[in-house]
């Protein structure tokens, strides 16, 4: 039986990418065999005629993990909005069922999925007249439970602390808030003793901001600072049976 988690993130510039990309080299340096999943993304870049997700490109890169972007990543959008809204901009509407069946696909042949969110925990992924299918919806039917990408910054308080109550509040459990963007200051760490008195969940980890973390240089300091933040073992915990 595989174990997985899904990644989201308290707002759009939280991090989600980088912090499952990180997620996704631990477990893979440590020998555990893992696969990357998002099922939607939107704001791909197009080359040669074919379309580039960033995302999934960096967390293989970051990773290093071997699998085509068809296998990770059902629905790619050129549009950078929001999934229900490129889907019909582009015609290609999101079919739940084939981001199921490509989940079910990983989890036979891989022990860890870790699962990146497409925006925030109430992102459509659907929306017409007579349903509206919320990222949230997703995440019940995959059976998962949650880890939040937090930005350390100003406002990082009420972003957190109202995306951890609300996930709580409709039945999906919240193992733990990884800090994305931290710099030495009382501010960052006044934020971060606040998350965590307020919402009652573990900081698992806290990352540095990273400039140009693209870049060669910039992915080793990820690999460096997920490796020195975050024991293995309590990702591994965090994670349960899908």
Not at 56 to 85: C, D, M, Q, R, T
């Amino acid at each position: 039986m595989s174990k997985g988690i899904f990644i989201t993130g308290t707002d759009t510039h939280a991090g989600k990418t980088v912090v499952t990309a990180a997620l996704m080299y631990l477990l893979r340096k440590n020998k555990y065999d893992s696969c990357y999943f998002k099922g939607a993304l939107s704001g791909a870049v197009e080359c040669d005629n074919r379309l580039i997700p960033g995302d999934a490109k960096f967390a293989l890169e970051v990773s290093g993990l071997k699998e085509s972007y068809e296998n990770i990543l059902p629905y790619v959008y050129k549009n950078a909005v929001s999934p229900h809204l490129a889907s019909k901009l582009e015609d290609n509407l999101i079919n739940i069922d084939v981001i199921k069946e490509k989940f079910n696909i990983l989890k036979k042949k891989y022990d860890y999925i870790v699962m990146e969110g497409s925006g925030g925990i109430v992102c459509p992924l659907i929306n017409t007249e007579n349903e509206v299918y919320l990222l949230e919806d997703l995440i019940k039917e995959l059976n998962m439970n949650v880890i939040v990408v937090a930005r350390a910054s100003l406002g990082t308080i009420n972003h957190s602390v109202i995306t951890v109550k609300y996930i709580e509040s409709i039945g999906i459990k919240v193992k733990g808030i990884i800090i994305n963007g931290y710099e030495k200051n009382y501010l960052c760490d006044d934020n971060i003793k606040m998350i965590k008195k307020l919402t009652n969940v573990p900081i698992l980890a806290v990352l540095p901001k990273i400039n140009s973390v693209e870049s060669s240089l910039g992915i080793e300091k990820l690999r460096n600072e997920i490796e020195k933040s975050l024991n293995v073992d309590d990702l591994i915990n965090s994670m349960d049976e899908i």
